[in-house]
């Protein structure tokens, strides 16, 4: 299966997000900042979709935005919010990041007899990635949500640099981080609003990786790159595959 997730900042590259989707033909496509009105088109290239709400854009086009589970084949999804409800979802175009609603889509997807079970999320954000009592909280509760669930892969924009936020760890105890290390940041030094602005004395563009593909057995995720030139954050691109146990 393959597989890409992508932060893709409301509506401001839409012509080249979809080009490059037309290009890469996944199987499966998560997306975060995702206009809800992008899923008619992601419908027209074939997808089946699934959205949850997150905020309400009200600058120049009032328009609601959340993630977005898009799949080639049929999906059964469902979707629960770890913080706030889809009821709460309110305008957040003064950025009070508590307004946000955080919800997690759970989507399986059966390719060659093969069911695959993939989460996606966009975490809550942080002042220079370092960890908070409201990310703590929210992964907390985010963890609990996922646990009862069968195995499976999340991916998803964490704001969660694994160089400097305490609660990677925390992470990577439950799921193997499929990105390589020769990626260490996933913002796009050419797109991105902060330009070159710093994070605890390091350039974040050289060392703020914060959009993952994370998986737990039987998946095992290979070839996984980053695609710059989209947004204001890479593209994850990676091909999943199940290994089934030994019988010896």
């Not at 975490?123 to 499976?152: C, I, S, Y």
């Not at 994070?199 to 057995?217: A, H, K």
Request: aromatic share 8%; glycine share 4%.
């Amino acid at each position: 299966m393959k597989l890409i997730s992508l932060n893709v900042e409301g509506k401001k590259h839409t012509e080249i997000v979809f080009s490059f989707l037309m290009a890469e033909q996944a199987d499966v496509v998560c997306l975060q900042e995702a206009p809800e009105d992008w899923c008619p088109q992601l419908q027209s290239l074939g997808y089946q979709t699934t959205f949850a709400p997150m905020l309400i854009r009200t600058r120049n086009e009032t328009h609601v935005e959340g993630v977005i589970f898009a799949s080639k084949k049929k999906h059964d999804a469902t979707t629960e919010y770890y913080y706030k409800s889809a009821a709460e979802v309110t305008d957040y175009t003064k950025g009070e990041r508590e307004k946000l609603a955080h919800p997690v889509i759970i989507g399986s997807v059966i390719l060659n007899d093969i069911t695959f079970s993939i989460a996606t999320t966009h975490f809550m954000v942080t002042k220079d990635g370092l960890a908070d009592d409201h990310q703590r909280q929210g992964l907390e509760e985010l963890l609990k949500t996922l646990a009862p669930k069968e195995n499976h892969i999340l991916c998803g924009d964490f704001n969660m640099p694994r160089s400097v936020n305490t609660l990677y760890p925390e992470v990577t105890k439950i799921y193997t981080d499929t990105v390589p290390d020769k990626f260490s940041s996933s913002l796009d030094r050419n797109i991105h609003r902060l330009g070159s602005s710093t994070t605890l004395n390091e350039p974040i563009f050289d060392s703020y990786m914060v959009d993952y593909i994370f998986t737990q057995e039987p998946y095992v995720a290979s070839d996984v790159r980053l695609v710059f030139g989209l947004s204001d954050h890479a593209a994850v691109v990676g091909n999943i595959t199940v290994i089934q146990p030994s019988l010896t």
